[in-house]
């Protein structure tokens, strides 16, 4: 068995692709709501108009699958019937998604597909979503497979959550594949029930600011943070055996077991609940046209991400101290696992290139990095095309 093999520049066969499938997959923004989906909580992301490009031809073979990367210049082929880790990251996303497609007893055979990305990585934009669910939906179109949105939507987490290794909750699949244009989704992660809320943010655009860095605590953290809540829940268990996760945790039944649970983690199950309840008011905010109220929960869910779960950073936290006093700002917070990645910012669409300028220049001389500035907005989830 041989993992999958990369060599530089496009194959001669595929400077001329006559595509089968194209795809648009997006990555997605989360107004607020963070870390609380693994936690079976509430989150209100949507998709942007920033993709991943896919194109997809059938091949001959019964065993080949190539896939050439035009953002990277990389070229990758394998086995279909020997799915192994690759030693390249990216690659990992998607051959995780392939050997979840043939766990779920599908049946695929050789393909070609050229990927190009307009998507910062390790910006918070979740392009490893992107990546799987467009390759996943993909897939699915070429071979007729016959997978609904929502099982593209699972087995897509599923390639993170076995295949790479991460423990991510559901939330960025599930943006990426159902959003709506214009919309956002106030996802409960329990059920899966999908509110879709019109963003009318009337004079206001959605700006984020990328600090361009990211620290490599993420995902090690991110895992660790999970495990701190779930040991709370367990410990809350001996005792109410209804209880399942944070979602089913009350005020009180923290009260009964802070003792046991330990300060860390109940600070850590504190923030969960709380920015569950600011999901909630973010959508009577958003329904009543209310952006001064949202903005003042956008920044109460990053002081929450920075002092009680513990998951921002010094730049995270410049960035959102910065805009903090300007009237024009109505809110802003880090956004995604943290570490690093970007903050959304709800800013008066007239201000963006002054406050750009002034941002930029801040930043630059704090910390000699350039920030990057993208304007977004909520866009459809991932467009698939049979040509
Ligand atoms: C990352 C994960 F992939 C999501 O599932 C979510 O937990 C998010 O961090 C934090 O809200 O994007």
Redesign the pocket.
């Known amino acids: 068995m041989k993992p999958a093999e990369n060599y530089h520049n496009i194959p001669e066969d595929f400077k001329v692709f006559k595509s089968e499938v194209k795809v648009a997959s997006p990555g997605r923004i ?1 107004l607020i709501g ?2 609380t ?2 936690n079976q909580g509430f989150v209100m992301p949507s998709a942007i108009d920033k993709k991943i490009y896919f194109k997809f031809r059938k091949t001959a073979s019964d065993n080949l699958g190539r896939i050439y990367s035009e953002t990277f210049d990389t070229y990758v082929e394998f086995d279909l019937n020997q799915i192994l880790k690759s030693k390249n990251s990216w690659e990992n996303y998607l051959l995780g998604v392939i050997d979840e497609i043939q766990k779920s007893g599908k049946t695929l055979k050789g393909f070609d597909c050229i990927i190009k990305s307009e998507l910062p990585i390790g910006a918070g934009i ?1 392009s490893s979503a992107a990546l799987e669910c467009g390759f996943a939906g993909g897939l699915n179109s070429l071979f007729n497979l016959n997978l609904s949105q929502m099982e593209i939507v699972k087995l897509s987490q599923r390639a993170e959550n076995n295949f790479v290794g991460s423990n ?2 559901i ?2 699949q599930f943006a990426s594949v159902m959003s709506k244009k214009n919309h956002f989704i106030k996802l409960d992660c329990e059920s899966l029930e999908a509110e879709f809320i019109p963003a009318e943010i009337q004079n206001c655009k959605l700006l984020l600011l990328n600090t361009n860095v990211s620290h490599n605590l993420a995902d090690s953290e991110y895992n660790t943070r999970r495990q701190e809540c779930e040991n709370a829940v367990a410990i809350i268990q001996q005792k109410y055996s209804e209880v399942k996760s944070l979602r089913q945790v009350t005020w009180e039944m923290l009260e009964e077991f802070k003792e046991k649970i330990g300060p860390t983690s109940l600070k850590r199950c504190l923030y969960v609940l709380e920015e569950n309840r600011r999901v909630q008011e973010t959508e009577k905010a958003l329904r009543s046209g209310d952006l001064r109220e949202l903005g003042k929960l956008m920044y109460a869910s990053h002081r929450g991400l920075q002092h009680q779960y513990e998951v921002s950073c010094t730049e995270l936290d410049f960035m959102v101290d910065f805009s903090e006093d300007k009237s024009f700002i109505y809110g802003s917070r880090m956004m ?2 943290g570490f690093g990645g970007c903050t959304i910012n709800l800013i008066e669409s007239d201000k963006i290139d002054e406050y750009i300028t002034e941002i930029k220049k801040a930043y630059q001389d704090k910390f000699n990095i350039t920030p990057t500035p993208i304007t977004v907005v909520p866009d459809e989830g991932t467009q698939i095309t049979k040509v």
């Open positions: 989360n963070e870390h989906d693994y979740s991510c909750g939330m960025d995604g696992g």
